[in-house]
């Protein structure tokens, strides 16, 4: 069974920083993409950042110089570091996993709550 689990949101204050982690486990296929979504209450779900198995990163334009993405391919494990935080990256930040054959995987969510 698969499974996608997120962590490392919580409360921070304007200027601080967080960093997201999402472990991926239960497949036996390869992991050809992941990606950090997020969701702000009465908002459309949006791209924050993704990566490729060949390290190719996309980010939206809201977040570049801020966020940083990476993974740890050994250990199904990506990363999202967020530095320069403000209220509006006040979400929930979705973590999804692409697989070879069988397709998209989302995790749970993990709440990012950014005070002024």
């Known amino acids: 069974q698969v499974q996608v689990v997120e962590s490392g949101g919580g409360l921070v204050q304007a200027g601080g920083s967080l960093r997201l982690s999402c472990a991926t486990s239960?497949?036996?296929?390869?992991?050809?993409?992941m990606g950090w979504y997020r969701q702000a209450p009465g908002k459309q779900r949006e791209l924050v950042a993704s990566i490729t198995n060949a390290d190719n990163t996309v980010y939206a334009d809201s977040v570049k110089g801020r966020f940083t993405i990476s993974r740890d391919n050994t250990k199904n494990t990506m990363y999202l570091q967020m530095n320069s935080l403000k209220p509006e990256d006040t979400a929930v930040y979705y973590c999804?996993?692409?697989?070879?054959?069988?397709?998209?995987?989302w995790g749970q969510g993990t709440q990012v709550t950014v005070s002024s």
């Open positions: 239960g497949s036996i296929f390869r992991i050809n993409a």
């Open positions: 999804l996993t692409t697989f070879s054959f069988v397709g998209d995987y």
